[in-house]
């Protein structure tokens, strides 16, 4: 079993930024990429950004390109996410998951981000 322990998070005005953090307790076979994922009241969950361990690929949701930086350190098996630009829209519970061939098997607690002047 893999453990997703989360960080950061919390309240920013428009325009601010936060770091999202989301440590792995191991490395397995099935921990193949680490991902973001949001959930704003009375919405489906929706993809953020995504990174894999070994080739370092990343990819983004359209709303976060541009603003959002998804980046690792290997080293400390966790996972970064650097948000800039932040807007209203962004206020959303923030969830870090683990897998691999698109399936997300390991779920972290997730984080309260709210963006509001």
């Known amino acids: 079993q893999v453990q997703l322990v989360e960080s950061g998070g919390g309240s920013v005005q428009p325009g601010g930024s936060l770091r999202l953090s989301c440590a792995a307790s191991r490395r397995t076979s099935n921990l193949y990429a680490l991902g973001w994922f949001r959930q704003a009241p009375g919405k489906e969950r929706e993809f953020v950004a995504g990174?894999?361990?070994?080739?370092?690929?990343?990819n983004y949701a359209d709303a976060v390109k541009g603003r959002f930086t998804i980046s690792k350190d290997n080293a400390k098996l966790t996972v970064y996410l650097d948000m800039a630009d932040l807007k209203p829209e962004d206020t959303a519970v923030y969830t870090c998951a683990g897998g691999i061939g698109g399936t997300y098997k390991y779920w972290g607690q997730g984080l309260q981000v709210t963006v509001s002047s």
């Open positions: 990174i894999t361990w070994d080739y370092n690929t990343s």
